[in-house]
């Protein structure tokens, strides 16, 4: 492995830009779903038709749009479910999806979609009030009483939504139906980019017969609108499997289907990979330069093709640490300065991810419009700076030792241990001791929302490419995925305010003004921009992999054999 250390992957870069410029103009092109149609293409051998592709992913929350809030359950959701929009990632726009067009109004308060004729998976149509439904289903307590959906926030902005969410009323009179055919979202205040929220893969349209089935009953099998359906049900820890749906409205699927094969961790993915027994497979942190090395690198950094398999593409996302700032050590904001500065970002790039990954200095990734280097003062390594915060605050005593003793709680596979453990140790040398707490994925989410936890790793993948993405989820007094618990009332001002602003400039230097602010404060503290890892079998002709980490796999294809 040494002889690697020095030999960083080449990162490749997503296309960014002024993202919605010209939103309040009627939209009117048609999209299908990945954007750009890879069924041309060539290789080694040739492309065949059909078959069936076997891709990694760890054990999901959940695979319908009630609670996408991860990536695992998101790329499966992803190739079920169509939403009204999408980005294009390739060509920097944002195009329709599941709607023909829309149409916006002056101040951008209303929004209304018309919708392309399709079918849901069990034959029936997907009607306008399927849409309704379905998004009020995210946001109504009573839909799953036991576990509610941490996603609602995404709708805040529609009329009624307080309402519904609080239990008060049956719907939200925002959304309305004039015909079949006819979405009409009426906003409570002014949003030019909420075309963009609609394009989350949890907006999507649910068919009546999950009214009728149970929440966990639906949840084992979805019953969508997408490209694939379901072959059965979910099995959970063990596999998923999807098949093309037939009766799809666009281009159908290239494949046959895809078999998601659930492993405990990347480090046994990666072994079934190299032994044949997957296609699609994360690679290890200790693997990534040897893997780049041996399947060739992708051309465009996001594309799969014989000889050049190995994804190595920027992505619009963030990997930090959450603090609980509501109790315990880390609702001192000295604290969270001091430990922010001890830790050696740059060495974690180049040891752990030889490279192929780029120190965070705000929350906010390069890509996205607004991004400004340097936005948070103390999202650096500068271990002179912390030893002095915590010389004031938390003085050593003739050993040495602060008094301080921490817990760090994070999942251990996908070679977060090396990252948590790289931490630790940075932390023993300004006097810090910190133990490492490691519970499996679904726990660790369970005690980040319940605020059981003093600190520990996150990652944040863009819902949609927009700055807002990054600052109301996270940092909006009391959203599901704002698990630091933090609340600031002049940031929570700000942030509606920006929002509700309808000039593309002014509300990027709002967002900018308030981004900031939240890192003085910094009730989280950004590691690292993240980039694929990412490699495919050399059976697979052509897939491609978006900077969002969602594959659009109807466009996937196998080498002809």
């Given at each position: 492995?040494?002889?690697?250390?020095?030999?960083?992957?080449?990162?490749?870069?997503?296309?960014?830009?002024?993202?919605?410029?010209?939103?309040?103009?009627?939209?009117?092109?048609?999209?299908?779903?990945?954007?750009?149609?890879?069924?041309?293409?060539?290789?080694?051998?040739?492309?065949?038709?059909?078959?069936?592709?076997?891709?990694?992913?760890?054990?999901?929350?959940?695979?319908?749009?009630?609670?996408?809030?991860?990536?695992?359950?998101?790329?499966?959701?992803?190739?079920?479910?169509?939403?009204?929009?999408?980005?294009?990632?390739?060509?920097?726009?944002?195009?329709?999806?599941?709607?023909?067009?829309?149409?916006?109004?002056?101040?951008?308060?209303?929004?209304?979609?018309?919708?392309?004729?399709?079918?849901?998976?069990?034959?029936?149509?997907?009607?306008?009030?399927?849409?309704?439904?379905?998004?009020?289903?995210?946001?109504?307590?009573?839909?799953?009483?036991?576990?509610?959906?941490?996603?609602?926030?995404?709708?805040?902005?529609?009329?009624?939504?307080?309402?519904?969410?609080?239990?008060?009323?049956?719907?939200?009179?925002?959304?309305?139906?004039?015909?079949?055919?006819?979405?009409?979202?009426?906003?409570?205040y002014s949003y030019a980019d909420f075309p963009y929220v609609a394009s989350h893969p949890a907006l999507a349209p649910i068919p009546d017969c999950a009214k009728e089935m149970e929440q966990t009953e639906f949840g084992l099998?979805?019953?969508?609108?997408?490209?694939?359906?379901?072959?059965?049900?979910?099995?959970?820890?063990?596999?998923?499997?999807?098949?093309?749906?037939?009766?799809?409205?666009?281009?159908?699927?290239?494949?046959?289907?895809?078999?998601?094969?659930?492993?405990?961790?990347?480090?046994?993915?990666?072994?079934?990979?190299?032994?044949?027994?997957?296609?699609?497979?994360?690679?290890?942190?200790?693997?990534?330069?040897?893997?780049?090395?041996?399947?060739?690198?992708?051309?465009?950094?996001?594309?799969?093709?014989?000889?050049?398999?190995?994804?190595?593409?920027?992505?619009?996302?963030?990997?930090?640490?959450?603090?609980?700032?509501?109790?315990?050590?880390?609702?001192?904001?000295?604290?969270?300065?001091?430990?922010?500065?001890?830790?050696?970002?740059?060495?974690?790039?180049?040891?752990?991810?030889?490279?192929?990954?780029?120190?965070?200095?705000?929350?906010?990734?390069?890509?996205?419009?607004?991004?400004?280097?340097?936005?948070?003062?103390?999202?650096?390594?500068?271990?002179?700076?912390?030893?002095?915060?915590?010389?004031?605050?938390?003085?050593?005593?003739?050993?040495?030792?602060?008094?301080?003793?921490?817990?760090?709680?994070?999942?251990?596979?996908?070679?977060?241990?090396?990252?948590?453990?790289?931490?630790?140790?940075?932390?023993?040398?300004?006097?810090?001791?910190?133990?490492?707490?490691?519970?499996?994925?679904?726990?660790?989410?369970?005690?980040?929302?319940?605020?059981?936890?003093?600190?520990?790793?996150?990652?944040?993948?863009?819902?949609?490419?927009?700055?807002?993405?990054?600052?109301?989820?996270?940092?909006?007094t009391g959203n599901g995925d704002n698990r630091a618990g933090y609340s600031n009332p002049d940031v929570d001002e700000k942030l509606m305010a920006a929002r509700s602003t309808v000039d593309d400039a002014e509300r990027k230097?709002?967002?900018?003004?308030?981004?900031?602010?939240?890192?003085?404060?910094?009730?989280v503290i950004p590691l690292m921009f993240y980039t694929h890892t990412c490699v495919g079998g050399s059976n697979v002709a052509k897939m491609y992999l978006d900077p969002q980490k969602k594959a659009d796999l109807s466009k996937?294809?196998?080498?002809?054999?």
């Amino acid at each position: 492995m040494a002889e690697f250390l020095n030999k960083p992957v080449a990162r490749r870069t997503f296309v960014g830009g002024a993202l919605a410029t010209g939103v309040l103009a009627a939209l009117a092109g048609c999209g299908q779903k990945g954007g750009t149609d890879t069924a041309g293409s060539t290789s080694a051998g040739g492309s065949a038709t059909g078959g069936t592709l076997r891709y990694y992913i760890n054990n999901p929350v959940c695979i319908e749009p009630f609670n996408l809030q991860e990536d695992q359950g998101t790329q499966v959701g992803f190739q079920l479910f169509d939403s009204l929009t999408q980005y294009n990632f390739e060509e920097g726009k944002l195009e329709c999806l599941a709607c023909e067009s829309y149409d916006v109004n002056d101040d951008a308060t209303e929004f209304t979609f018309h919708l392309k004729a399709a079918k849901f998976h069990d034959g029936t149509d997907v009607k306008a009030a399927n849409w309704k439904y379905g998004w009020e289903r995210i946001v109504n307590p009573n839909t799953n009483t036991e576990s509610p959906s941490v996603i609602g926030y995404h709708l805040a902005m529609i009329e009624g939504y307080d309402a519904l969410a609080a239990g008060e009323a049956e719907e939200m009179t925002g959304i309305t139906c004039p015909d079949d055919s006819t979405l009409v979202v009426k906003l409570s205040y002014s949003y030019a980019d909420f075309p963009y929220v609609a394009s989350h893969p949890a907006l999507a349209p649910i068919p009546d017969c999950a009214k009728e089935m149970e929440q966990t009953e639906f949840g084992l099998a979805p019953v969508g609108n997408g490209p694939f359906k379901m072959d059965g049900e979910w099995v959970d820890g063990q596999y998923i499997n999807i098949v093309r749906f037939d009766d799809y409205y666009g281009d159908k699927a290239i494949l046959d289907g895809v078999n998601f094969m659930i492993q405990k961790d990347v480090q046994t993915a990666y072994k079934e990979f190299q032994a044949g027994n997957l296609d699609v497979s994360d690679v290890p942190v200790a693997s990534l330069a040897t893997a780049a090395e041996e399947y060739g690198e992708s051309e465009d950094g996001y594309t799969i093709t014989p000889g050049h398999q190995f994804l190595n593409g920027t992505e619009p996302s963030t990997y930090y640490l959450t603090c609980n700032v509501v109790d315990g050590p880390f609702t001192d904001v000295n604290l969270r300065h001091a430990v922010s500065m001890a830790i050696n970002r740059q060495a974690i790039c180049d040891t752990l991810f030889h490279g192929s990954r780029t120190p965070a200095d705000n929350i906010v990734p390069p890509g996205i419009d607004g991004y400004e280097e340097g936005a948070w003062e103390y999202s650096k390594y500068d271990v002179d700076a912390a030893k002095a915060i915590l010389d004031e605050h938390y003085p050593a005593d003739a050993d040495g030792n602060r008094g301080l003793e921490l817990t760090i709680t994070s999942n251990q596979d996908g070679g977060h241990k090396e990252v948590m453990d790289s931490i630790i140790s940075d932390l023993a040398a300004v006097g810090i001791t910190c133990v490492a707490d490691t519970p499996d994925w679904a726990t660790v989410l369970d005690r980040y929302q319940k605020l059981d936890y003093q600190f520990g790793r996150l990652g944040w993948v863009a819902d949609y490419p927009i700055m807002d993405n990054f600052l109301y989820p996270l940092f909006y007094t009391g959203n599901g995925d704002n698990r630091a618990g933090y609340s600031n009332p002049d940031v929570d001002e700000k942030l509606m305010a920006a929002r509700s602003t309808v000039d593309d400039a002014e509300r990027k230097a709002a967002l900018q003004a308030v981004n900031k602010e939240i890192g003085e404060d910094m009730p989280v503290i950004p590691l690292m921009f993240y980039t694929h890892t990412c490699v495919g079998g050399s059976n697979v002709a052509k897939m491609y992999l978006d900077p969002q980490k969602k594959a659009d796999l109807s466009k996937a294809q196998l080498v002809e054999a």
